[in-house]
């Protein structure tokens, strides 16, 4: 080899970096030489081409001198070169493999066959024919044959045996083969013990003319080596000199046309494998270099130029297929340290090697090379996944594709016996590996954060750099955790994540303690942005040890938000000046008009949301680890939050008070409350859902060993209703002053309607109080919200019952001026309960309104519906009346409706009170049917007076002719009073008792009842009107022209006057 210090041929500016290995590259005369080999290979071709194979030798030139980067006259002078050096000897390396099928030529039937093969020179000639039916030795001298050996009793024999056959001129060199069964002199006694049939003795016959010791001719094959390719594998058929036994089997056969003695410097002084491996070495980096799609994605496929010239080479020097392989190895693991390729071709090598591999094979020097070669491939390839993040990057096509395949080859290397062999001790891979990843992981977090290095040393640009670096290790981990993981599991049983995330962290937190510790409490404003996205970065590197196997050692960013305490101040007033600002600039651009077709708020709400999901967020994202402190944190975003909502409700309201000033319309003022009141409910609403929003709950089971649960309450949730609560009195003083401007104009029109004409239908009287109340409530349900419209509602419903009663209380109330108020409370109460969409009934059904519903509807009514509506009342004080303190008086009372007559039977009275100065009372019983309109000719009855006598006994019976549709009527009943007769002065009130015919026993029957004694007896207590003022008899009485209405109340007070009733 020529000396080490030439320059390697193609070297390019550059190139001649101490870290490129130039190993691949020959000296100009190493390489001078070789090309005189694969010049003098092609030159001296044997062999007809494969194929696949380029036949033209011209074109073989061409390649080799492209591929060795020969100019023209370099070519020329070594081609000349090459001619004028000594033809080799052309050898034929014949392999006697085994035959099937021959003729069994002895009395047995097998015979004992043995070949006899040489190299006839002379085979081209005019009796080329003859020649081929010719036996060996008859033509070709007897040191030239070559025999195999006899093997004895068979039909199909194994020699296996090679011989190397040298020749000249292949254009007229012949491959002959002779086979022959075996004789050896034997006795006819000894054949004719082997006699197994017919057959056999026609043999011993045949044997007995031929002469003694005559072998027995089987086949012969006759090939001429111009017909040859370099390398034959196959069976050939025996051919007969006669036409006898055409059939005479097969025999299995190998060729190598190979050299000997060739003249060239490599062949002389080197191994032959070394001179193919230099050779190969050349080729496959030329081939590499010629690949369009670039080195890496080069998989070994060699052209057809290459292919052909190497295996020449390989023929003419008779490498084994081991030795070619080992070539191949030597040759490919090389390049790939210094040319990377795809380096699952590197898979065959091995695999050939591990199937061929047989130590004894191999020299000493050999084993040495390939040791060399497997510790240096081991060590390059470590060296690359050291360096995986910058060989294999994910940005170039086909990088995991790569480091798969390197690690199979490294895995599948390592398991070679071949390996543990030559390389002793056995290098563990893993650890190996293991050690590269930690160590190349350590170099990249290095180079990062050197080329991130800020040009100006300030704490803000510190930090800014840092958030990078941060996000180019995270960005490295997910892709470990996602991509590389997989690849190192499933070959070296590696979790390259675990050693890459340990690595990084420990770094990580090294270098931002370093630079932290300049921080203060004074930082600034940008410093203190920048350190936020560092803080949230460092928390999502330290969430990724969830990915982590078991492990219980702590981390060393365990504690990192410790290193941010100062900056937390500053984060909470940056997050709580951004929401007040931008709350304050959506109510100045706020027109106070509905954001969308769908939506009764305006823009400003929406604006305010965003700032309090912004303030959420911030939350959530320093999700601070110490229970104490988080709820510290919480208290001051609450705190702030509450603040901006309060802040909000008083600039909204300025807004609508100074748009109205600028416009100076009454309806439009009024649009604007009703967003303004919609504004503040959304943001009430907005207020609630902060508890789940900031998950107060999780936030209360972690501080439950720190903060007590009334603490908790008492800080969070009192400050949060106190701001409801405050945000609920706004929305009632907007309601109130929306509720003020529509309250003048229902009590104008309520007078209108209560100083309207009397003449006027009730029905018609009403119109315009409704016209104004659909159109002004249909204008607030549109833009208000539900519950603020029902809220506006509620007040509105109060001030109009309240308009209402006033307007009933203003004079004397004529029936037509009470059915007026009556219809329109009527029709308010639907107009406000809308059908089930307004205010409820139960709302609506206050006591004022029951109070005033009831006083309307007697005012409206007629003198004679009073009086019925009168007894009624009478009828139902006297049900709900147990106490016989007046005593009682018992009747029988039945309707016959065949006869139209009321038969009462008046039995007795019991317990009266005394009236007479004796201590007793005389009394009487006077019947009467009420009211009097309803029976105008049926007089009172009268039973017998009874002296003396406090439980007296009647036992008369008093008949009415009355027809059935009056005993229905409303307040028709049998009034008895029990009178004390006095002869001198007016008689004196023992009691009075109501009995309703609406109940008569009877009544209802469609056939008389036929035994009155069937009929039940009827007790009812005696009772005295009260002394108060009936609403009803004061109606009555302020009805002066009436005089139905007079009389009546005329009696009633006769009888109030004599009532024993107190106050």
């Excluded at 060699?302 to 020449?312: D, E, I, K, N």
């Excluded at 070539?327 to 210094?338: I, R, V």
């Amino acid at each position: 080899m020529a000396a080490a210090h030439e320059t390697p041929v193609g070297t390019l500016p550059g190139d001649e970096s101490p870290e490129m290995d130039l190993s691949h590259r020959f000296t100009k005369t190493e390489l001078t030489l070789l090309y005189e080999e694969v010049l003098y290979t092609i030159l001296h071709r044997l062999g007809k081409p494969e194929h696949h194979h380029i036949a033209d030798s011209q074109e073989l030139y061409a390649y080799v001198q492209k591929a060795f980067g020969m100019d023209a006259e370099e070519h020329r002078v070594i081609m000349q070169q090459v001619k004028e050096l000594e033809s080799p000897i052309f050898c034929l390396k014949a392999t006697v493999k085994e035959a099937k099928g021959i003729l069994g030529k002895d009395v047995s039937g097998f015979s004992d066959p043995y070949c006899l093969l040489g190299i006839d020179t002379k085979s081209q000639g005019p009796a080329h024919k003859k020649r081929m039916k010719a036996v060996v030795k008859d033509l070709i001298p007897e040191d030239q044959i070559h025999r195999t050996q006899v093997i004895s009793q068979t039909l199909s024999p194994v020699w296996d045996e090679t011989f190397i056959l040298e020749f000249e001129d292949v254009e007229t060199a012949s491959f002959h083969l002779d086979m022959w069964d075996s004789d050896v002199v034997e006795s006819v006694r000894h054949k004719l013990g082997e006699l197994t049939d017919l057959h056999g003795l026609k043999r011993i016959f045949k044997d007995a003319r031929k002469d003694k010791g005559q072998d027995d001719f089987l086949g012969n094959v006759v090939l001429r080596l111009k017909d040859l390719h370099c390398w034959v594998d196959c069976w050939y058929q025996l051919e007969p000199r006669t036409e006898t036994y055409p059939n005479r089997g097969q025999c299995h056969l190998q060729f190598l046309l190979t050299h000997k003695k060739r003249a060239t410097t490599s062949s002389r002084t080197q191994p032959s494998y070394t001179v193919h491996r230099h050779l190969l070495q050349q080729m496959v980096s030329y081939e590499i270099l010629q690949h369009q799609a670039g080195s890496i994605s080069w998989d070994g496929e060699l052209s057809r130029h290459a292919s052909t010239v190497l295996y020449l080479h390989a023929t003419q020097k008779d490498l084994s297929d081991f030795h070619q392989v080992m070539a191949q190895w030597l040759a490919y693991s090389k390049l790939y340290q210094s040319l990377e390729f795809n380096s699952s071709c590197l898979l065959h090598q091995i695999t050939s090697i591990e199937y061929q591999w047989a130590q004894e094979r191999l020299r000493p020097e050999q084993k040495a090379e390939l040791a060399e070669s497997f510790q240096s491939l081991l060590a390059y390839g470590v060296s690359l996944i050291r360096r995986y993040r910058i060989i294999f990057p994910l940005s170039v096509p086909r990088s995991m594709e790569r480091l798969q395949s390197l690690l199979r080859v490294l895995v599948q290397m390592c398991k070679m016996k071949a390996f543990h062999e030559l390389c002793t001790p056995s290098p563990d891979l893993t650890q190996m590996v293991s050690t590269a990843l930690k160590s190349g992981t350590t170099e990249w977090f290095h180079m990062k954060k050197q080329h991130l290095k800020p040009m100006v040393k300030s704490m803000e640009e510190n930090g800014r750099a840092l958030s990078r670096l941060l996000l180019e290790v995270i960005a490295d981990l997910q892709q470990c955790q996602k991509i590389w993981n997989k690849f190192f599991i499933s070959t070296l049983k590696l979790n390259v994540f675990f050693i890459a995330y340990l690595e990084l962290e420990s770094l990580v937190s090294e270098h931002v303690q370093e630079q932290l510790h300049q921080v203060d409490s004074s930082m600034s404003k940008p410093t203190a942005e920048s350190l936020f996205q560092l803080y949230m970065n460092l928390q999502e590197l330290y969430r990724m040890k969830n990915f982590l196997p078991n492990r219980d050692k702590p981390l060393a960013l365990s504690n990192f938000h410790q290193w941010f305490k100062e900056a937390v101040p500053k984060w909470l007033q940056k997050a709580y000046t951004i929401a007040l600002e931008r709350a304050q600039r959506a109510v100045q651009m706020d027109q106070l008009t509905p954001f969308g077709e769908h939506n009764k708020h305006s823009t400003s709400t929406v604006d305010l949301s965003t700032c309090y999901a912004q303030i959420v967020k911030t939350w959530q994202q320093l999700n601070w680890p110490d229970p104490e402190e988080a709820f510290m944190i919480m208290v001051k975003l609450v705190e702030d939050m509450c603040k901006i909502a309060l802040m909000y409700c008083r600039l909204i309201k300025e807004r609508a008070e100074a748009l109205a000033l600028s416009e100076q319309k009454e309806a439009e003022a009024a649009n604007r409350l009703c967003i303004v009141v919609n504004n503040i409910k959304q943001l009430r609403l907005l207020i609630l859902k902060l508890p789940s929003q900031l998950d107060w709950a999780q936030l209360e089971q972690r501080t439950g060993d720190v903060i007590a649960q009334q603490q908790f309450q008492h800080t969070l949730h009192c400050q949060l209703d106190s701001t409801i609560s405050c945000l609920d009195h706004e929305i009632q003083d907007v309601v109130q002053a929306l509720a003020t401007k529509l309250e003048k104009g229902i009590a104008r029109h309520i007078q209108e309607l209560s100083s309207s004409n009397d003449t006027q239908e009730p029905e018609d009287s009403i119109i315009p109080l409704m016209k104004f109340l659909e159109s002004e409530l249909q204008y607030l349900n549109e833009h208000l919200v539900q519950e603020n419209f029902k809220s506006l509602l509620t007040l509105l419903w109060h001030h109009t019952l309240a308009v209402l009663s006033a307007a009933t209380g203003q004079q004397v109330p004529s029936i037509q001026h009470c059915k007026k108020l009556h219809c329109a409370l009527k029709s308010l109460e639907l107009c406000f309960h809308a059908e089930g969409c307004g205010l409820p009934l139960e709302t609506l059904h206050t006591s004022t309104f029951l109070s005033l519903e009831t006083h309307l509807a007697l005012c409206s009514a007629t003198s004679r519906k009073l009086i019925q509506k009168y007894f009624s009342n009478r009828i139902q004080q006297q049900r709900d009346t147990s106490s016989e303190k007046y005593g009682a008086v018992t009747i029988k009372a039945l309707y016959r409706p065949s006869e139209q007559k009321l038969r009462v039977e008046v039995l007795n009275a019991a317990n009266l009170i005394p009236l007479d100065s004796n201590g007793s009372s005389d009394p009487f019983v006077q019947l009467t049917l009420e009211p009097r309109h309803e029976f105008p000719e049926v007089v009172a009855r009268n039973t017998q007076c009874k002296r003396n006598e406090l439980h007296p006994l009647f036992d008369e019976a008093f008949d009415f002719l009355i027809p059935p549709e009056k005993c229905r009527q409303e307040g028709a009943c049998l009034l008895l009073t029990v009178f004390d007769y006095d002869t001198l002065g007016a008689n004196d009130l023992e009691g009075e008792a109501f009995f309703p015919l609406c109940h008569l026993p009877g009544l209802d029957a469609k056939e008389d009842q036929a035994d009155t004694g069937r009929v039940p007896q009827t007790r009812l207590p005696l009772t005295h009107p009260k002394p108060t003022a009936d609403e009803i008899l004061q109606l009555l009485e302020s009805r002066k022209g009436d005089k139905e209405a007079q009389a009546f109340v005329k009696l009633r007070k006769q009888r109030a006057k004599q009532s024993k009733e107190t106050q």
